[in-house]
C-alpha cells in the first residue's frame, strides 16, 4: 500500500493500518518507520517519486503509467527551461512527472474542463509545484492570454466543432518547486 498525503503541523494522516500524525511523520527519517501511536503498527516514510505519486494516486481517469511517461518525456524532449501545455489534467499522473522533468527552470500549463476533476487535482499538485495563484482559476468561455486563445482558435479550425468546445474549462498553472 502506497499513501500520499499533504503534510501540516497538526494533521492527521489515515490509512487503512490506522492514524498517523503528520507532525510523527516529519520527524521521522526518509526511509525509516513511523508508528500509529494506538495500535503500534507503522509505514515506511518515502521520498516522494513520480513512479510512487502515480502509484498512490486515486484512479478518477486512465492513469499514465512510467513505461508511457518516460517515453512520453523523451519524445517531448522534455527538460529544464521547457514549457509543456498539458491537455487534461485528469489525475495529474503525467503532471506530476513533467513538473519533476522540468524542475525550476521550466512551466507546466494543465488544463481541464471537468470541474471535479479539477477540483480533486488542485491538492496533488500542490504536493509537488508552486501554484500561480493568478492563473489558478476558472476560464470562463475565451481564455485570458493570447496564447491560449490561439491554441483554441487553431483547434476549432481543424474541424472541431464550436459546441463541443467546454463552455467552462479550468486550469493550473504550475512552476515545479525549486
Known amino acids: ?58 484512479h478518477r481517469t486512465q492513469i499514465i503509467y512510467h513505461a508511457d511517461i518516460s517515453l512520453i518525456l523523451s519524445l517531448l524532449d522534455v527538460r529544464p527551461g521547457k514549457t509543456i501545455v498539458e ?20 512551466r507546466l500549463f ?12 488542485r491538492p496533488s499538485t500542490e504536493m509537488y509545484a508552486r501554484m500561480d495563484s493568478a492563473n489558478s482559476e476558472c476560464m470562463q468561455q475565451q481564455p485570458r492570454h493570447s496564447a491560449q486563445r490561439k491554441i483554441l482558435q487553431r483547434e476549432t479550425t481543424r474541424g472541431i466543432c464550436r459546441s463541443r468546445i467546454p463552455r467552462t474549462a479550468y486550469f493550473l498553472t504550475c512552476l515545479p518547486r525549486g
Open 87 to 106: 491537455a487534461g489534467t485528469g489525475s495529474g499522473s503525467l503532471s506530476y512527472s513533467l513538473a519533476m522533468a522540468l524542475q525550476s527552470e521550466g
Open 1 to 58: 500500500m502506497i499513501v500520499s498525503c499533504l503534510l501540516k503541523r497538526a494533521g492527521v494522516c489515515r490509512t487503512r493500518l490506522g492514524n498517523f500524525d503528520h507532525e510523527d511523520i516529519m520527524k521521522t527519517r526518509i526511509g525509516h518507520k513511523v508508528y500509529e501511536r494506538r495500535q503500534g503498527k507503522w509505514l515506511v516514510v518515502l521520498r516522494p517519486t513520480p513512479d510512487l505519486h502515480t502509484l498512490a494516486l486515486r
Open 110 to 121: 494543465t488544463y481541464e474542463f471537468h470541474e471535479q476533476r479539477w477540483q480533486e487535482a
